[in-house]
Structures are given as structure tokens and as C-alpha cells.
């Protein structure tokens, strides 16, 4: 940037000329906007011991170079752990790690900064002949990053972790390095730290616990911080259990097992080996799959899968009768034809049967429905049943489960489930349910996948490295080595050696560095990542369009770049409709948006939907809840609530609709406008007190408090009528 008045080129930060002191335009707002990324950081704060009394006492040019000196003498300290050096604040300044490329050793990369700076700031002579004292302190942990660049004048990463940074500099003694509980915990034993206690730090509320560095200790680093993919390694001992169940039920047995293992040890990457080895000649695959944002959608897994038997693909496709009707067991009542037509959406006529039932006896009778189906459909071939990931499952799915191992007189029929540890339903302690166990890989095993991610031999450093760092865990070993592979952080050796790691690379330690490292290696794709994160884990690049159109002639290119870098997987028979490949890189991606962005992305999203919606399509209310209330947009995402909960009150499913009533009403006091404050709240409790009389009667205390509280709102709206006849049709039989 050059001055106007005499034309002089200026100095990067200055705000006026260096040569006429003229001052300087300010940097166009198009260049000046900063990109800003919500995100991990680490943050070193450092300052020269005694500067005041240092200036005092020397000539103003010598303090200036003595300045100079110690800030260039730190900057060449701290270089070779990948440090980026902001701003330069007269006798002190700031440095990132972690910025603007994740690192998962960014913590310890501070700490080591921080001793090498103390120990270089210590051999300067000062002017006043006496030596130089650096004080260090070091923090980590949730910012708002905008654009910084090297030797930035001012503090472009905003949140607290930049002043705990600073009230742990001022604490620190001269020469020491000083860090927070947080940064303490990233390191684990790599260091040998003297615990300082709860100091006073001015602006924390909370206790701040610090630590002092005193060396970094000579110790294992592996027990300092421990705590369509691949061909499946490994896993004989299971995979042998899986066959001789399925052995069994070819031989006309009734077979149930639960594979039970921690997120990302490998339970799905198993299953589908195993359904892929089998002979599906005359078989019945009923494959069903629950989902973090259905745990109140009432038998969701199983209205998907009959849907798509039907034909509905998406939720914009009707389910087609004749399609459903050809696909059930020949055998199936009329009764069971018309509670499954109705469970996924199909308009049909209400058997009399039917018509004389409550809600309660439909609901039974829905999942006695699906439960029959399996046994028709075992009674002529065998049925292999599949329901992944068991902790997502919602209150009926969990009650189908139970009432399907009840059954004594199922032929041939495999039930195969997979869940994390926290699944502890009664019934997965039966004696009918066989409990396989998935533990973590070994060293062994990690070595195979390392070399098959790799497509090439690992060298020992390189399987040591990640080995260590995975914990056994097959996908954080397969993240971890595609990280490698995406930062080329590798060199190719010769066949013997195999692939080695460049010296200066330390692998990522935890999952989720290892995933915002590959965001941050995607370069413009990462924003699509980000945009897709909105939408869900699966996503088309119209959707895409729909919340951000101004990248437009970027989605289908960036897809692209998603799907070859295996973040994200080809939805089957789709050709612009992805799936991110596990929940986590979504979760990650997600995370990295500032506020003002999700709540601009979503409100796109949900007005776009909204805007497409006709009253022939049917919507995901609870999807549509999640968007507006990501939006900040409570009387909307109470809408869709009440919506959602009306959805399993039709379905009779009492505990998903008191579940997502409840969620509404957990967001009535969002609300600004009182009157549409006091309409939202009446409906959700006249809605809420309808089902609970169909669960606990009207003599429940909790029945007669919503009612109450429902009274009062109706009088201060002149409701009265209104009420009165909601609660007349509620106790209607």
C-alpha cells in the first residue's frame, strides 16, 4: 500500500507514512473482511523481563534495537516447531499453533517453543549490560480465528484462551513458561511440569489452575499421552461367531447377537464383510439403521426400510402400494398390510378391525405387524435382520427389539445388532442374546491397515508413530495414515525401508485433530465440507445450492474433491448425492463455523425447503426443528416440533411425541413476542396433555399440572372454548 500525498511505499500495519506523515486509506472492505473459522488454537503470549526499567535507562535508539533484537531472536526460537508469530506488541507478542493449519501436536509444539524462547532470550546482552529475561504463558482452546498474518499488528484471534494466555505470561517468573490446566492435559507426561495451584488471574470467574514447565521429561511418548474401505483386518474370532450363527439358521435355528464395541473400533466395517460374504440367493436381507437425529421418531429404522420396498426413496417420493403389497410375505393379513401401508404414509381404508382398536392396541399392533412380517417371510427362506447402531434407537424400535427376541416360535431367523457400550437395555443381558465383543486392534493389525491405506509398505517409525497414537481404534488408524498421506508428510524409500516420515512431521493425536487437519488440507473444498455439515450427513449438491448459492461454480468441483479424498462416499444410484463417510467429519466440519454463519446457513436451508414444500410431500419436521433452532429461530423450530410430536401422536407412538413436545417446549422462553409466545405454549401443552392421558390418565399429577398451566394461557387469550373442546376430544374414547 503506497501513501497518495508522495507516492512512498509504507510499511505493512502503519496507519500513517513513514516518509510525510500523511495518513494512510484504510485497506479496501473487500480485502479487509477477515475469513473468521471457529476453532482449537494454542496460544503463546510472551514479554521482555524489566523493558520499563530497561527504557529509562538507555538512549531511545538503542531501546528500539534491543526491542527489535529480542522480538527477532524469539521469532528464530520458536520457528522450527511450526509456530506462527502474530503480532508484535512493544516488548511483547503473541504466537499461534495450530494456525491456520491444524496439528495435533500443537500443545506440545507451545510448550517447547516456550523453553526454546526463554532459553534463546537468555543469551542476549542488553544495552544496560545485563542479561535478557523472557517470561512465557501458554493456553489452549476455543476461538474465533479471522485472518492473521505473520507479524499482524493487533489480535486477530478472539476468545478466551487469548487472555488466559496473557494472565498466565504476567504470572510466570522471569524465564519460566507457564501453562493452563488444558494445555497440561493435551501433553499428558511429556513434560515434567511443577504444579503452581490456583492462582489469581483478573477476569476469571472460574479457578485457574496453572503449571509451571520445568523440563521436557525423556519418557515413552506413547504412555505420555495415551490414554467401502479397507478389506477387514483381522476379526477371525468374530467373523467365525457370525458364520456359525448363520450356519445355525440355515439349519432352521433362530439366531440373536449384539455386536457391542467403542465409536469407530469397527463394528459396521465388520457387519457389512460378513453380510457380503454370505449367499443372498433366497435370503430375506432386512436391513434397518438408526440415526442420531431419530432417537424420538418412532420406529424409524423400520418406516425407512419399508419405505424404500415401496419405492420412496426420498422423502419427496410417494411410497407406491403395489410395489409395497409385492414385496410382503404372500401370507400377510390384512390387518398387518394396512398398519405397515399406514406406517410409512400410504392412504388406505381403515379395516374395520382397525377402526375398533385404541391407540394404545394400534401401536401394539403395528410392531406385532412388522414382527410377523420377519416370521412369514423366515417360514419360506431364511431372514438375516440387521438394525445398526443400537444407542441411537428410538423408545418403539428398542420395544420391537425386546418383543421380537420374546418370541419363542421365530424360524429361521438371524437378528444381528450393533451398538456401543452405553446400549444396556434389559434384554441385552438375555441368554438368547450373544454378546460379541470388537476390542481394539493390534499392533499387528494396525500395521496391516497402515500398509494397506498406504498401498505400500509402512516404515517401523511410521507404524510406531500412528500405532501409538490410534489406541487400536481401526478408524482412527485409517484417518490418522490418509492425514499422512494428505499433508505429504511422507517420503517414498526404497522397497526395503517403505515409507518414511519426514522429521520435521509429527502425526495427529487425536481423531478430531486428524479430521480438521484434512479440512484444512482440502483447500476450497473445505468450504464445502463446512457448507455440507449444515445440511446433514447425507447431502446433494442442490441442497448446497440451496445454502449458498453464491458458491455455485464451486459445489460440483468441490464434491468432487470430497469424494476423491474419502472424506464423503456416493449415495448408491445417486450421482450428486453424497454421505459424509462417518458422523464425526461432519461433527468436525460443523464445528468449525462461527455462529453468525450457522445461523445464516440453516435459515437459507429451512427457507428453501419451506419454499419447495407442497401439501402433497411430506417433511422431516424434527430435521426442520434442528435447522430453525440452529438458525436462532425459536417460534419456528417450536413449530416444527409441535409438528413432529402431532406426527407420533398420529402414529400412536406416545413416548417420541411427548419426547419432541417436550423439546418445544424446552424452547418457549426464546421466544420474544409474548402473544406468539403464549399460542405456541398453549398448543404444546393441549397437544402434550392429549398424550399423556393416552399414557397415565387423567388422575396423573403431571397430566393435571399441563392442564393447568394450559387453563391459565387459555384465559389470558380468551381461549376458554378452545380449550374446552381440545380437552373434550382428548378424553373422547
Not at 149 to 159: I, L, M
Not at 314 to 324: E, G, Q, S, V, Y
Not at 612 to 626: F, G, L, Y
Not at 648 to 677: H, Y
Request: aromatic residues 6%.
Amino acid at each position: 500500500m503506497g501513501c497518495e500525498q508522495c507516492d512512498s511505499e509504507s510499511l505493512k500495519g502503519h496507519k500513517f507514512c513513514s516518509n510525510c506523515g500523511t495518513k494512510l486509506a484504510a485497506a479496501s472492505a473487500q480485502n479487509s473482511k477477515p475469513e473468521t473459522e471457529r476453532r482449537q488454537i494454542t496460544v503463546l503470549f510472551y514479554d521482555l523481563v524489566g523493558s520499563t526499567q530497561l527504557s529509562t535507562s538507555v538512549e531511545p535508539e538503542d531501546f528500539r534495537d534491543a526491542i527489535a533484537n529480542f522480538h527477532n531472536v524469539a521469532s528464530a526460537a520458536v520457528r522450527p516447531f511450526d509456530a506462527f508469530v502474530g503480532a508484535h506488541v512493544g516488548d511483547g507478542g503473541i504466537i499461534y499453533f495450530g494456525y491456520p493449519v491444524a496439528r495435533e501436536d500443537a500443545a506440545e509444539c507451545a510448550i517447547l517453543s516456550g523453553l526454546a524462547l526463554t532459553e534463546a532470550v537468555s543469551q542476549i546482552t542488553l544495552p544496560n549490560g545485563e542479561k535478557a529475561q523472557a517470561r512465557v504463558g501458554i493456553a489452549t482452546g476455543t476461538s474465533i480465528v479471522g485472518r492473521i498474518e505473520e507479524g499482524d499488528t493487533g489480535n486477530s484471534a478472539v476468545g478466551k484462551v487469548t487472555s488466559l494466555a496473557a494472565r498466565l505470561q504476567s504470572y510466570a517468573k522471569p524465564g519460566q513458561c507457564v501453562i493452563a490446566e488444558r494445555t497440561r492435559r493435551l501433553v499428558g507426561g511429556l513434560f515434567k511440569l511443577e504444579d503452581l495451584g490456583i492462582i489469581e488471574a483478573k477476569g476469571f470467574t472460574d479457578d485457574v489452575h496453572a503449571f509451571g514447565v520445568v523440563s521436557r521429561q525423556e519418557t515413552d511418548r506413547f504412555r505420555a499421552l495415551r490414554g467401502s474401505g479397507p478389506e477387514l483386518i483381522g476379526r477371525k474370532e468374530q467373523t467365525n461367531a457370525l458364520r456359525q450363527k448363520w450356519e445355525a439358521v440355515l439349519g432352521g435355528e433362530n439366531q440373536t447377537c449384539l455386536v457391542v464395541g467403542e465409536a469407530g473400533v469397527g463394528k459396521s466395517r465388520l457387519i457389512a464383510d460378513f453380510v457380503n460374504s454370505i449367499d443372498h440367493t433366497n435370503i430375506a436381507f432386512i436391513p434397518c439403521f438408526c440415526a442420531p437425529h431419530s432417537r424420538q421418531a418412532a420406529l424409524r429404522p423400520f418406516i425407512s426400510r419399508f419405505r424404500n420396498v415401496a419405492g420412496a426413496t426420498d422423502h419427496k417420493t410417494a411410497p407406491c402400494i403395489k410395489a409395497l403389497d409385492e414385496r410382503l410375505a404372500p401370507r400377510t393379513s390384512e390387518l398387518d398390510r394396512h398398519l405397515i401401508r399406514r406406517l410409512i404414509g400410504i392412504e388406505c381404508d381403515t379395516p374395520a378391525q382397525a377402526q375398533a382398536m385404541t391407540s394404545v392396541q394400534l401401536r401394539k399392533a403395528t410392531i406385532e405387524a412388522l414382527i410377523n412380517q420377519i416370521d412369514l417371510l423366515s417360514n419360506d427362506q431364511p431372514a438375516l435382520v440387521l438394525i445398526e447402531d443400537m444407542h441411537w434407537a428410538d423408545p418403539s424400535s428398542r420395544d420391537l427389539v425386546e418383543k421380537t427376541l420374546a418370541r419363542t416360535d421365530l424360524g429361521r431367523v438371524f437378528v444381528i445388532m450393533t451398538g456401543r457400550p452405553e446400549v444396556d437395555e434389559t434384554w441385552t443381558k438375555a441368554s438368547s442374546v450373544d454378546r460379541i465383543e470388537l476390542p481394539p486392534f493390534t499392533p499387528s493389525e494396525s500395521q496391516a491397515l497402515i500398509n494397506q491405506v498406504l498401498g505400500a509398505q509402512a516404515s517401523p517409525s511410521m507404524v510406531k508413530a500412528i500405532s501409538e497414537r490410534a489406541g487400536g481404534i481401526a478408524l482412527f488408524v485409517e484417518e490418522l495414515t490418509k492425514a499422512v498421506l494428505d499433508s505429504d508428510a511422507h517420503v517414498p524409500g526404497d522397497v526395503a525401508n517403505g515409507f518414511e516420515l519426514q522429521s520435521t512431521f509429527s502425526l495427529p493425536e487425536t481423531l478430531q485433530d486428524s479430521l480438521l487437519a484434512r479440512l484444512d488440507q482440502l483447500g476450497e473444498a473445505k468450504r464445502i465440507a463446512q457448507i455440507a455439515s449444515v445440511v446433514g450427513r447425507e447431502f446433494t449438491q442442490s441442497d448446497l445450492a440451496r445454502v449458498a448459492p453464491d458458491l455455485t461454480p464451486l459445489i460440483e468441483r468441490g464434491c468432487a474433491i470430497l469424494h476423491k479424498s474419502g472424506m464423503t462416499t456416493a449415495l448408491s444410484g445417486e450421482t450428486s448425492a453424497y454421505q459424509f463417510r462417518h458422523v464425526l467429519i461432519q461433527e468436525i466440519a460443523y464445528s468449525t463455523l462461527v455462529r453468525g454463519e450457522r445461523r445464516e446457513y440453516n435459515a437459507r436451508l429451512l427457507e428453501a425447503l419451506e419454499k419447495d414444500a407442497n401439501a402433497q410431500s411430506s417433511i422431516d419436521a424434527e430435521r426442520w426443528a434442528h435447522y430453525a433452532k440452529e438458525a436462532d429461530q425459536p417460534a419456528r423450530a417450536i413449530h416444527y416440533w409441535l409438528l413432529a410430536g402431532q406426527d407420533s401422536l398420529r402414529m400412536f407412538a406416545m413416548n417420541e411425541a411427548e419426547a419432541r413436545l417436550r423439546r418445544g417446549i424446552d424452547l418457549i422462553n426464546q421466544v420474544g413476542d409474548p402473544r406468539e409466545r403464549a399460542r405456541l405454549e398453549l398448543e404444546l401443552l393441549l397437544t402434550l396433555g392429549k398424550v399423556l392421558l393416552a399414557q397415565v390418565g387423567h388422575a396423573n399429577p403431571e397430566t393435571g399440572k399441563v392442564f393447568a398451566r394450559a387453563k391459565i394461557l387459555a384465559e389470558e387469550r380468551g381461549d376458554r372454548a378452545k380449550l374446552l373442546s381440545r380437552v373434550d376430544k382428548s378424553l373422547q374414547p
